[in-house]
Structure formats: C-alpha cells, structure tokens
C-alpha cells in the first residue's frame, strides 16, 4: 500500500525550531520528487518546498525567506522539513507529498500534521 | 509567486454542471501544460482529481474533467453529488522546481 506517514507537529513559541518528518512506503521512494504543502486556518493550500529524487534541487516558496530547509534519506525512506525562525502565520497543517508517477502533480500526501506557533 | 485566483465558492444541483475556474499568469498556467486540480473534504489530505489539465488518475469518476484557456484552467464536475461537497483546489507548476495552489473553492451541492 503506498502511503506517507507524518510526524513531528507541536505546539512552539515565536522564533523557535520543529523538525517535521514523513516516512514513506509501498514505493520506491528514491525514484520521486517530494514536496511539502501547507494549509493556514482559514486559508487555502500552500505550496511550501520542493525536493529532488536525489536530493540535488531544493525549492522553496519566497516569503519563507530562508527559515525552512528540505531533506531527505533515501535509505531510510524520509523526507524532513527543518522550520526555524517559526512566526504565528507559519501555524498551518502541513503535508508531505509525493511527485506523481504520471505528469506533473502531486498524487500520494501524507495525513497531515499541526504545527501551533503561540506565545 | 502569488497565489492562482479561484472564485471563493461555487454551488451545484445534481442534475446541473458546475465550473470552477483557476487563473493564473504567463508564469504559470499559461506557460505549463501541468495543471492539477485536488478535492479536500473537512479534516482530510487533499485527493488528487486531474493532471496535466485534462488527465484523470484511475479511480476518478469521468464527472470530473479538466481544461485549459490561455491563462485560465477550469475543472468542470457533470452531475455533483452530495459526497462531492468539499473544497477544490487547483494548481500549476511554475518552472525551476516550483509550483503555486489557488485559493480554493468550496463546492456547496444544493
């Protein structure tokens, strides 16, 4: 059974640091891109990162200016999303998503997972 | 990088054709023959619906299509049912390894 499996949300104060994790399954995850998307109460979907098969390309949406870093261990079947500098507007439930195995799009995503930035 | 533009909500009875548009720039849906479109129900990871504007994953019902026009994109659902009620989002990829969501509409069937 292909599937994304998410860990790693919280509750975080201003200016602090989570690690977010998905661990995939049911595919061979070295052959496919990975992203990270993210959906703000209230709001839409945003697009957040973007990884590589092989990890060599990283992309990022702009107004992240820096603070996220995308990763992955494809012997372990993992991809990471390091988020430092977390603001208020960075609480959303945020997935991992899987490149499609046809055209271009995002076909397999993860259960989702909270992250709370809160003083 | 500014978000595709999605009319807020869109309503439909079963026997009706409902037409979600999705608009974008020269950037993104009018450069790119990749344009997805994704439904999330309340509480659940978004489902993939099409691909590459017009493409349908197995196990999609043929009342969802897909189609494009210069900058804008359309999803078309022939004959909504009620299990379709949910939030539709589309989106595009917008070159160098990235991509950009519309807003979102909500789909109410009537």
């Known amino acids: 059974q292909v599937q994304l499996v998410q860990s790693g949300g919280g509750v975080v104060q201003p200016g602090g640091s989570l690690r977010l994790s998905c661990v995939a399954s049911?595919?061979?995850?070295?052959?496919?891109?990975m992203h990270w998307v993210r959906r703000a109460p209230g709001k839409g979907l945003e697009w957040v990162a973007f990884?590589?098969?092989?990890?060599?390309?990283?992309r990022y949406v702009d107004s992240l200016k820096g603070r996220f870093t995308i990763s992955r261990d494809n012997d372990m079947n993992m991809l990471y999303l390091q988020m430092n500098s977390l603001k208020v507007e960075d609480t959303a439930v945020y997935y991992c998503?899987?490149?499609?195995?046809?055209?271009?799009?995002?076909?397999?995503w993860g259960q989702g997972t909270l992250v709370t930035v809160s003083s | 990088q500014s978000a595709l533009t999605q009319p807020r909500s869109v309503s439909g009875s079963p026997g009706q054709s409902v037409t979600i548009s999705c608009t974008g720039t020269?950037?993104?849906?009018?450069?790119?023959?990749?344009v997805s479109w994704y439904q999330q129900h309340p509480g659940k990871a978004p489902k993939l619906l099409i691909y590459?504007?017009?493409k349908r994953p197995s196990g999609v019902p043929d009342r969802f299509s897909g189609s494009k026009s210069d900058n804008t994109a359309s999803l078309t659902i022939s004959g909504p049912q009620a299990d379709d009620e949910a939030d539709y989002y589309c989106?595009?990829?917008?070159?160098?390894?990235?991509?950009?969501f519309g807003g979102g509409t909500k789909l109410t069937v009537l």
């Open positions: 590459d504007v017009s």
């Open positions: 020269s950037g993104d849906v009018g450069d790119y023959n990749y």
């Open positions: 998503a899987k490149d499609a195995h046809l055209g271009l799009a995002l076909d397999i």
């Open positions: 990884i590589r098969f092989d990890g060599t390309n990283k």
């Open positions: 989106c595009s990829y917008a070159g160098s390894y990235t991509w950009v």
């Open positions: 049911g595919f061979t995850f070295t052959n496919y891109g």
